[in-house]
């Protein structure tokens, strides 16, 4: 349809010898979608962390769009994501600047590879941007991982695939469609 980029990324040990495999996407969304006006419609089951920048009385900090602020400290969150029948699990991030044609971004990926997902605010001026992280692990990085037997293996020859799409999303008609395929629980 000329809207959509759908990528497939497949990681594979070519070693003779089993090797650790993380793998994490970041994507930066900024202006002009991120904006005082910008909706996160995703299907959050449950905020597991939050950094200490985020103020305790802030239950739904996550969903809230600010206009730019000087000083503001960056803020990450881990959200449990809800899959759909297929384990696939998307966002949508839509802009409301102009209220008689909204527009925005779809983005979808397999959520049974990258059960993990991120979400990273830095609202600050110049510097104003909201990161999209689908993750295999948690916060704890590699040592964690290992520690609590986590840490994928890949053995010789094994391999991962990866499935992700991103679609711009152009008017009121997209931007409903968009908000039923996700199946956003807020």
């Known amino acids: 349809d000329g809207?959509?980029?759908?990528w497939v990324d497949t990681v594979r040990n070519e070693g003779w010898y089993p090797a650790p495999h993380m793998y994490l996407y970041h994507m930066n969304m900024g202006a002009p979608l991120i904006s005082e006006n910008t909706e996160l419609v995703a299907p959050i089951e449950s905020v597991l962390f939050a950094t200490p920048s985020v103020p305790k009385d802030q239950k739904d900090a996550h969903l809230d769009f600010v206009a730019p602020q000087e000083a503001f400290v960056e803020q990450?969150?881990?959200?449990?994501?809800?899959?759909?029948?297929?384990?696939?699990?998307?966002?949508?991030?839509?802009?409301?600047?102009?209220?008689?044609?909204p527009w925005g971004i779809l983005y979808e990926y397999d959520g049974?590879?990258?059960?993990?997902?991120?979400?990273?605010?830095?609202?600050d001026r110049g510097r104003y941007v909201v990161g999209l992280e689908p993750s295999t692990n948690d916060i704890g990085g590699r040592i964690a991982a290992r520690d609590a037997g986590q840490l994928k293996m890949l053995e010789p020859g094994e391999s991962v695939t990866y499935r992700n799409g991103l679609t711009v999303l152009d008017g009121a008609t997209d931007i409903a469609a968009a908000v039923s395929r996700v199946g956003a629980t807020k």
Not at 76 to 101: C, Q, S, T, W, Y
Not at 112 to 123: D, S, T
């Open 76 to 101: 990450a969150f881990l959200h449990k994501m809800r899959r759909d029948p297929e384990g696939m699990v998307r966002i949508a991030l839509i802009n409301r600047d102009a209220a008689d044609h």
């Open 3 to 6: 809207k959509t980029i759908r």
């Open 112 to 123: 049974c590879v990258f059960p993990h997902f991120f979400q990273w605010r830095y609202l």
